[in-house]
């Protein structure tokens, strides 16, 4: 890592060893490409952003792939929302407790779509045809059949833009490329969303995931920058105005916005790798949790039982191993891997 370190606004320094760990397991979670589903549990000696540092690696590698955009699915995304929103929410009499519904959903849809620039909202008004389904939206003369090419300009109410139009707002390349020396990056993901990764925060929630977060700085070249702008979460950084990390809030069970599976779920905190392996629009994600130690027995038992429950459908993933280094004293990690069972 060619980037300075500080934390708690110290001194700047070489990254430590576990540091430049934790960024590295991220950032090389994908190189065994396997299709079966995998589970780590990352455990730390006491309280500290471990899980956001997994989270900015990740994020590096996504850089560099090319199928790391929502653009690819960005259509069929606005579609799903819009089936949600006409087929249950428009007309839902319990607002809103998907569980006691029955829906099948985790959480309502305003059916609301925003313009990336215009200021007017666009309800949405329907779907036309079956085979080749088309998005209708509400005008103030009428209605608009919104078709692909220009759906673009359209993002889900709440939602980052899925796209930048120039190069404000557009990720800052050589500051991951310091971070993660010779890393790959595409131009263009640099301007796209992705909500393929997604971080979810402690369940004390949100504000206490963003403290804990930018307690780190780095220091890249001349420029200075703080844990939260490089992770690029919604809302975490005025610079930036895509997203390439979802956030999921353990304490209220909510996604910060709709959008594609996540293929990778990073979990900070005990309590919120035990929410993220239960949850339904998790079951096939990759989850990699961070656990402290230092909590109490009880806490600690409850993740041990999980894994052991794990274990009927998980084997220990040992190969995922070669060709990684140990990690540094003090950082226990148990990797598993989905059976063939």
């Given at each position: 890592m060619k980037a300075l370190f500080?934390?708690?606004?110290?001194?700047?320094?070489?990254?430590?060893?576990?540091?430049?760990?934790?960024?590295?397991?991220?950032?090389?979670?994908?190189?065994?490409?396997?299709?079966?589903?995998?589970?780590?549990?990352?455990?730390?000696?006491?309280?500290?952003?471990?899980?956001?540092?997994?989270?900015?690696?990740?994020?590096?590698?996504?850089?560099?792939?090319?199928?790391?955009?929502?653009?690819?699915?960005?259509?069929?995304?606005?579609?799903?929302?819009?089936?949600?929103?006409?087929?249950?929410?428009?007309?839902?009499?319990?607002?809103?407790?998907?569980?006691?519904?029955?829906?099948?959903?985790?959480?309502?849809?305003?059916?609301?779509l925003r313009h990336n620039q215009r200021k007017e909202s666009f309800p949405i008004a329907g779907i036309a045809g079956s085979n080749n389904p088309t998005l209708i939206v509400r005008i103030k003369d009428g209605t608009w059949v919104v078709y692909p090419k220009s759906a673009v300009n359209l993002r889900i109410d709440?939602?980052?833009l899925p796209k930048l139009a120039d190069e404000t707002g557009a990720l800052p390349a050589a500051a991951y490329q310091e971070i993660i020396d010779g890393a790959h990056i595409i131009p263009?993901?640099?301007?796209?969303?992705?909500?393929?990764?997604?971080?979810?925060?402690?369940?004390?929630?949100?504000?206490?995931t963003y403290a804990a977060c930018d307690?780190?700085?780095?220091?890249?070249?001349?420029?200075?920058?703080?844990?939260?702008?490089?992770?690029?979460?919604?809302?975490?950084?005025?610079?930036?105005?895509?997203?390439?990390?979802?956030?999921?809030?353990?304490?209220?069970?909510q996604m910060d916005r709709a959008g594609s599976e996540s293929a990778l779920v990073v979990a900070d905190g005990d309590a919120s790798f035990l929410r993220v392996i239960d949850a339904p629009q998790f079951q096939r994600s990759d989850v990699i949790g961070v656990i402290n130690r230092s909590v109490d027995r009880e806490r600690s038992e409850a993740v041990g039982n999980r894994i052991v429950g794990l274990r009927q459908w998980f084997i220990e993933d040992s190969e995922v191993r070669d060709g990684q280094p140990e990690p540094p004293t003090g950082i226990h990690l148990l990797q598993l891997q989905r059976g063939s069972r």
């Open positions: 500080s934390e708690l606004r110290g001194e700047w320094r070489p990254a430590p060893k576990w540091v430049e760990f934790l960024v590295k397991f991220g950032y090389r979670w994908r190189d065994k490409g396997s299709k079966r589903r995998r589970i780590a549990v990352v455990s730390m000696p006491s309280d500290t952003p471990a899980a956001g540092l997994i989270v900015l690696g990740a994020l590096v590698r996504d850089l560099g792939r090319s199928e790391a955009t929502n653009l690819t699915n960005h259509y069929q995304a606005l579609l799903q929302y819009a089936t949600q929103y006409l087929g249950g929410c428009a007309n839902c009499d319990v607002r809103c407790h998907p569980a006691l519904k029955g829906c099948g959903y985790v959480a309502e849809t305003s059916g609301l709440g939602d980052p263009r993901n640099l301007k796209e969303s992705f909500s393929g990764l997604c971080f979810a925060g402690r369940a004390t929630g949100h504000s206490a307690s780190i700085r780095f220091k890249c070249g001349a420029l200075e920058y703080s844990l939260p702008e490089l992770l690029a979460v919604h809302g975490w950084s005025t610079s930036n105005r895509i997203s390439r990390v979802s956030f999921f809030n353990s304490r209220t069970e």
